[in-house]
Structures are given as structure tokens and as C-alpha cells.
């Protein structure tokens, strides 16, 4: 659904995968332009300060249309947190902070920043994670990551359904990049477990560029294969 040349947005441009895509997408012959924010930029966009969304919006409208944006902010731990391992661990400061930021934020985003991309056809995908899936929940643990993104994932697949009414070429995704060493995953084994942030981004990067309007409302792999919610 991507015309020649194409503009895109990275929300999360400072975290390893989003700067991985920026860094990818400012070398692509067919990207006309890539914008990044993040915490820092100009405009910020912080999910801890929910009114930066609408903000930085309304910054971004005199650049539209967009053809391609992907948020790939997320959060898994924090200087005040880890994972849960048991139900023992649960604490609603934790459980708070983690919908905020892997759920409300990406979905107030999409509220907005949906609205940038050409009617014509484009491409909003937003990072969930495998362990958001419910049907895939083998393990147990981390009980607000998964929820977080479970709920993410439900917003996702909900504004699809409504977005498929007005605006038929704009496609909504989840996508699980997979196990990437960041510093996300690098407390969890990450940097021996995951792949190179540049081969996941090429890897991310492909199977967005091959989406076609019926793929909008699902869960997709870097490898292309849907995920079951
Ligand atoms: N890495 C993996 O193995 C893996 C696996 C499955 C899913 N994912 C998903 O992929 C996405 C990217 O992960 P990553 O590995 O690139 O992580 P990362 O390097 O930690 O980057 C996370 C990004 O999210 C931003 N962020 C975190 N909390 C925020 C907040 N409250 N407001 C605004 N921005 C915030 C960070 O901004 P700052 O730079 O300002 O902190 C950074 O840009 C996440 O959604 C994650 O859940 C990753």
C-alpha cells in the first residue's frame, strides 16, 4: 500500500528498534522523508504526559499525508520495576504504568497520528509482543507486559474494524518483532537470545511494505505470519 516515493513517521525513534528503522528508512531509495520523535525531540511525544500526543499531532499536520508511521515505543521494566513473576507481585503502580505505556499511549496515538496518513493508502503498525497473545500463553509471568499488550492489541484490532469503514486503504497492524537486543530484552537474556536491532528493523520493514488492505486488524510476525490474539 506504500506509494513511490513515501513519508514516515517513527514514534520511539531513541529506542533501539525505532532508531534502527529510522536509520533504515533514511537510506531507502523509496522514502521520500522519515520523521522520528521520541521523549526528547521537537516536538516530544511522552507517554507519561498523555497531552504531548495531541500535541505533537497538531505540530505534524502542515507535513501530512504520511504514508508509513510505526510507534514502537514500549516498555517492559523500569528503574522501579521488573516483571511479575507470580500474582504475589502484583502492584497496581506497576499494572498503571504499564497500560499507560503499552496500551493507552498506543492507542491515543493511533487516534491522532491515524489521521496523518493519505486516505489514498498507508500503513500504521504498532510493536506489540508474542506474550501479549492469549492464545499463545503457555508460560504464565509478567503479568502486566502481556496484559498491556493484550489490551493493545484489542485497541488495535477494534480501530481496524472502524477504520475499514472510512478509510478502506489504511491498514492497522500489530507486529511482534521478535527477540532483538535492546535494552529491553537485555536483562532477560536478550543480547544472547535476540537479533541484530538492523536485521529485525529490514525484517519489520519488509513485512509492512507487503501488507495489503485485508491484513488490517491483525497480529502479525517479523516473519510475516499471523499471530493468534
Ligand atoms: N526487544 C525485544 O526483544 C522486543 C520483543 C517483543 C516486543 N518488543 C516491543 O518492541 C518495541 C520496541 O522495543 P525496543 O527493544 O526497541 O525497546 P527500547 O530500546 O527500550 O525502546 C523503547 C522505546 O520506548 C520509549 N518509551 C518507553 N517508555 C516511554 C514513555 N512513557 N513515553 C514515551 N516513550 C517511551 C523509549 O524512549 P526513551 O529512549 O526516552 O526511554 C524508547 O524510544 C516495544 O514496544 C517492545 O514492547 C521488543
Not at 515505543?73 to 503499552?102: C, V, Y
Not at 497520528?113 to 501479549?132: C, E, M, N, R, W
Not at 529490514?202 to 513485512?207: A, N, R, T
Request: charged share 20%; with cysteine.
Amino acid at each position: 500500500m506504500l506509494p513511490k516515493p513515501f513519508r514516515a513517521l517513527i514514534l520511539g525513534s531513541s529506542g533501539t528498534i525505532g532508531s534502527a528503522l529510522l536509520h533504515l528508512l533514511q537510506n531507502d531509495p523509496d522514502c521520500e522523508r522519515v520523521t522520528g520523535l521520541h521523549r526528547h525531540s521537537a516536538p516530544a511525544i511522552d507517554y507519561d504526559h498523555l497531552d504531548t500526543i495531541e500535541l505533537a499531532y497538531e505540530a505534524l499536520k502542515t507535513e501530512q499525508p504520511y504514508h508509513l508511521i510505526i510507534n514502537t515505543i514500549g516498555a517492559l521494566h523500569s528503574n522501579q520495576f521488573m516483571p511479575e513473576k507470580r500474582l504475589a507481585d502484583l502492584h497496581s503502580s506497576q499494572l498503571t504504568q504499564q497500560f499507560l505505556t503499552n496500551a493507552i499511549g498506543p492507542a491515543l496515538s493511533i487516534k491522532q497520528f491515524s489521521q496523518l496518513i493519505d486516505p489514498a493508502g498507508g500503513v500504521y503498525a504498532t510493536l506489540s509482543a508474542k506474550v501479549g497473545s492469549i492464545a499463545d500463553n503457555r508460560l504464565g509471568g509478567w503479568y502486566s507486559y502481556r496484559a498491556s499488550k493484550a489490551a493493545l492489541n484489542m485497541l488495535i484490532k477494534t480501530a481496524a474494524i472502524e477504520l475499514r469503514r472510512t478509510k478502506p486503504n489504511l491498514i492497522l497492524a500489530a507486529i511482534h518483532p521478535g527477540t532483538v537486543k535492546s535494552s529491553l530484552s537485555r536483562p532477560f537474556r536478550g543480547d544472547e537470545l535476540g537479533r541484530e536491532p538492523h536485521h529485525a528493523a529490514q525484517e519489520i520493514l519488509s513485512v509492512l511494505k507487503n501488507l495489503v488492505p485485508a491484513d488490517s486488524g491483525t497480529f502479525k510476525s517479523y516473519s510475516g505470519e499471523v499471530i493468534p490474539w
